[in-house]
């Protein structure tokens, strides 16, 4: 690898970026083009499919507040939980707004960490 | 982010598959608007850390852009410039961040049919996966199923280009805020992925399996962190809990 490095030269972050991150992301991507050809869009396995993927993003919401990176890690946890909760009272309040619930949510977290971390 | 008035005149002018018809461009267009009326910005805004984790890595602000334009899910940059911090193998990373990617395989698998026209070849296709993340995800499940089926792929291009244009900008413009960010506002950036997929998903479920499936999905992946480790939690996360929502949403609709 570091061989390959020192060859691409200034170009090497460029190919770290379709070797090491675009491939595989996209892999996934590629696979459900095949996967998906000659499925009917009301078929019911579709809706299987569409709970798992459902399950998932929520995963990586879980995820993403447990073991987040630097500034954010900094915050308690309960901190993160607890703006997150925040955010979907407002959502919910205010008739299913998305905004609301992130502006919200954004605000209650960036209290906390103006509190917490000093 | 409500669903547009002025669709209506984008009515019978065209019924081929021309993407350049009048109809396909009005869509164009009310897919760019609909982006750019929040989407863009909030998922922009997220990304503008990635730029800030290229800067520290070392790594040139185009590099930064591309890998939105490219990897475009924003966990995978975290994890990629964050592993390069840390000095990981490459191998190694590749490996970890496809692992964090899997939630694209049901998500293009479940999205696809939606854009389906006759004729339509594989390179298309391809093109359209790309473009594959939660929010394009969710606003076009959403959105699509209600529009002609024609009109479908000119609108989805016309949302799904904007937002990841925007995005890439603002990568760029967060590369040069390096370092400048207060720790407070840096952690709200950082927290913004988490709570904007949050509104996403919640915006988009309708149905008891829908939920079923967030509350599942939120609820297994730190069990499943603990059980099987970082690499395979989210596989068994969205099998356990997808198939769990799946048979909930059934049940509920038999007893319908």
């Known amino acids: 690898m570091t061989d390959l490095a ?14 090491v991150g675009f491939l595989p992301t996209e892999i996934w991507r590629m696979l459900g083009v095949v996967l998906a050809r000659g499925l009917d869009d009301r078929s019911e396995i579709l809706v299987w499919v569409r709970a798992v993927a459902t399950t998932l993003l929520a995963g990586v919401v879980a995820k993403l507040l447990i073991a987040p990176s630097e500034p954010l890690a900094l915050v308690p946890l309960a901190g993160r939980l607890g703006s997150v909760l925040v955010g979907l009272l407002a959502f919910f309040a205010l008739r299913r707004s998305v905004i609301a619930g992130v502006i919200c949510g954004e605000i209650a977290l960036i209290a906390i960490t103006a509190l917490v971390v000093r | 982010m409500k669903r547009s008035a002025s669709r209506c005149e984008t009515g019978d002018a065209s019924t081929g598959p021309q993407p350049r018809s009048r109809s396909g461009r009005s ?41 939105t334009l490219l990897i475009w899910a924003s966990p995978a940059q975290v994890i990629l410039y964050g592993g390069l911090a840390a000095g990981a193998a490459l191998p190694a990373l590749a490996v970890v961040i496809c692992l964090s990617s899997i939630r ?22 391809l093109l359209i996966a790309h473009y594959i993340a939660i929010t394009v995800w969710t606003e076009s499940l959403r959105r699509l199923p209600a529009m002609p089926a024609e009109e479908r792929l000119a609108y989805y291009f016309g949302f799904a280009n904007t937002t990841i244009g925007v995005s890439a900008l603002l990568t760029g413009l967060g590369y040069y805020l390096a370092g400048t960010v207060p720790t407070p506002l840096g952690a709200g950036l950082i927290f913004l992925t988490p709570v904007f997929f949050t509104m996403t998903l919640s915006a988009g479920a309708r149905t008891v399996a829908d939920w079923s499936a967030i509350l599942l999905g939120f609820a297994l992946a730190p069990v499943f962190t603990g059980l099987i480790g970082r690499d395979f939690d989210l596989l068994a996360t969205g099998l356990v809990g997808g198939t769990a929502a799946y048979l909930i949403g059934r049940r509920q609709r038999g007893a319908r």
């Open chain 2, 27 to 67: 869509a164009f267009w009310l897919g760019m608007r609909d982006s750019l009326m929040l989407p863009a910005w909030v998922v922009g805004l997220s990304v503008l850390g990635i730029g800030s984790l290229a800067h520290d890595v070392g790594h040139p602000a185009g590099a930064a852009m591309l890998s």
């Open chain 1, 6 to 19: 020192a060859l691409a030269g200034p170009l090497w972050p460029y190919l770290v970026v379709v070797l």
């Open chain 2, 104 to 125: 694209f395989l049901p998500m293009t698998i479940s999205l696809l049919p939606l854009l389906r026209r006759p004729g339509q070849g594989l390179a298309l296709q």
